[in-house]
């Protein structure tokens, strides 16, 4: 086994989600409102009370004050368990502030399970996981996600810059109207915020137009700009990727890095394909065969690695420039039925 690679033992414990069941596993654990806002459905369900503390509201006690030295998300000897079944057992893995980390796999497998236990949606069993220096749930409100994407009906008239305020007041009813937000001082600035949010993410040009009527890759950024509109410490993206064609897919991947390294904000994104994302991560935890191995992508993408993960043949390859390539990665899903998977 590659030196610094951590393998636990997992079954598949991810199941594809409809469209409404992932928007509402989506509910802001981050305190933005989720896609739905843009119909005039804001989805604001709350993380478990398994997961939450009294002071969830984002307040951190004392004892859950957050060491600026800390790791942005520590799992230590973790432990998931559905039922009488266990789907992790020692997990060990540390993303520190800035550093990009892809959580990839084939589709089934449960690459989504670590974004909800970090969001406090799903507890485990054993073992600690710390959260921004503190328990899970202390600081939601200091993390943004973009759960799995969704496409926008050509007919949504919601602008993308609404899109984005949403992000900060999208637990109050409704699509703020034109001209509104300029009634206050702190609306001003709101409104300023959320245009800078937006240049950041390079989407300037089209925020004014209907959210409808843009491409995907236009919609990926504002929902990107979305999820940071509160200034998180935390970025969690499920699948960002998907449904992009490969000029969008290096494009949002070079965008997330950049974010990343110059806010200095952690980023944990799952993905299925780990090509378009070689050459900008810190970090990559595998799932595969019942298995999770987290640790750089020299350690954990070889070609001995991913054939075992996979159970079959799987070449790793090394370009010109240097850049890894992964060959014949084979598209394999663990099994599980109805109500045991998660």
Same mark, same amino acid.
Request: aromatic residues 2%.
């Given at each position: 086994?590659?030196?610094?690679?951590?393998?636990?033992?997992? =079954?598949?414990?991810?199941?594809?989600?409809?469209?409404?069941?992932?928007?509402?596993?989506?509910?802001?654990?981050?305190?933005?409102?989720?896609?739905?806002?843009?119909?005039?459905?804001?989805? /604001?369900?709350? $993380?478990?009370?398994?997961?939450?503390?009294?002071?969830?509201?984002?307040?951190?006690t004392p004892d859950d004050a957050a060491d600026a030295g800390s790791p942005t998300v520590e799992l230590h000897d973790?432990?998931?368990?559905?039922? !009488?079944?266990?789907?992790?057992?020692? %997990?060990?893995?540390?993303?520190?502030?800035?550093?990009?980390?892809? %959580?990839?796999?084939?589709?089934?497998?449960?690459?989504?399970?670590?974004? =909800? $236990?970090?969001?406090?949606?799903?507890?485990?069993?054993?073992?600690?996981?710390?959260?921004?220096?503190?328990?899970?749930?202390?600081?939601?409100? =200091?993390?943004?996600?973009?759960?799995?994407?969704?496409?926008?009906?050509?007919?949504?008239?919601?602008?993308?810059?609404?899109?984005?305020?949403?992000?900060?007041?999208?637990? /109050?009813?409704?699509?703020?109207?034109?001209?509104?937000?300029?009634?206050? /001082?702190?609306?001003?600035?709101?409104?300023?915020?959320?245009?800078?949010?937006?240049?950041?993410?390079?989407?300037?040009?089209?925020?004014?137009?209907?959210?409808?009527?843009?491409?995907?890759?236009?919609?990926?950024?504002?929902?990107?700009?979305?999820?940071?509109?509160? !200034?998180?410490?935390?970025?969690?993206?499920d699948e960002p990727l998907n449904g992009l064609d490969l000029p969008s897919q290096a494009a949002i991947t070079a965008?997330?890095?950049?974010?990343?390294?110059?806010?200095?904000?952690?980023?944990?994104?799952?993905?299925?394909?780990?090509?378009?994302?070689?050459?900008?991560?810190?970090?990559?935890?595998? $799932?595969?065969?019942?298995?999770?191995?987290?640790?750089?992508?020299?350690?954990?993408?070889?070609?001995?690695?991913?054939?075992?993960?996979?159970?079959? /043949?799987?070449? %790793?390859?090394?370009?010109?420039?240097?850049?890894?390539?992964?060959?014949?990665?084979?598209? $394999?899903?663990?099994?599980?039925?109805?109500?045991?998977?998660?």
């Open positions: 086994m590659p030196q610094g690679a951590h393998i636990t033992e997992s =079954r598949d414990d991810t199941a594809e989600q409809p469209a409404e069941q992932a928007v509402r596993t989506a509910a802001d654990a981050s305190g933005a409102a989720t896609p739905d806002a843009a119909a005039g459905r804001v989805s /604001r369900d709350t $993380v478990s009370p398994d997961a939450t503390s009294p002071d969830a509201t984002g307040a951190a973790a432990a998931v368990r559905l039922g !009488d079944r266990t789907l992790w057992s020692g %997990v060990d893995l540390a993303l520190a502030p800035g550093e990009f980390m892809a %959580v990839l796999g084939p589709n089934g497998v449960g690459k989504t399970t670590l974004l =909800r $236990v970090v969001l406090g949606m799903l507890p485990i069993s054993a073992g600690e996981v710390r959260v921004l220096g503190g328990r899970v749930g202390h600081a939601n409100s =200091r993390i943004g996600y973009l759960p799995q994407r969704r496409n926008f009906d050509s007919g949504v008239r919601i602008r993308g810059v609404d899109l984005v305020r949403l992000g900060l007041d999208g637990d /109050r009813w409704g699509v703020p109207l034109p001209g509104m937000a300029l009634l206050s /001082r702190a609306k001003r600035a709101e409104n300023e915020h959320v245009r800078d949010v937006i240049e950041l993410v390079g989407a300037t040009r089209f925020a004014e137009r209907p959210i409808g009527e843009i491409s995907g890759g236009e919609q990926q950024r504002l929902l990107i700009a979305q999820a940071l509109v509160r !200034d998180p410490a935390l970025l969690l993206l965008l997330i890095s950049d974010i990343s390294r110059e806010q200095g904000i952690g980023v944990m994104m799952v993905a299925h394909d780990v090509n378009p994302l070689m050459g900008y991560l810190d970090q990559v935890a595998y $799932v595969g065969d019942g298995r999770i191995v987290a640790g750089s992508p020299e350690d954990v993408i070889t070609t001995e690695m991913l054939s075992r993960l996979y159970g079959t /043949r799987v070449e %790793v390859v090394r370009a010109a420039d240097g850049r890894l390539a992964v060959l014949g990665q084979p598209e $394999v899903r663990a099994t599980c039925h109805g109500s045991e998977c998660p």
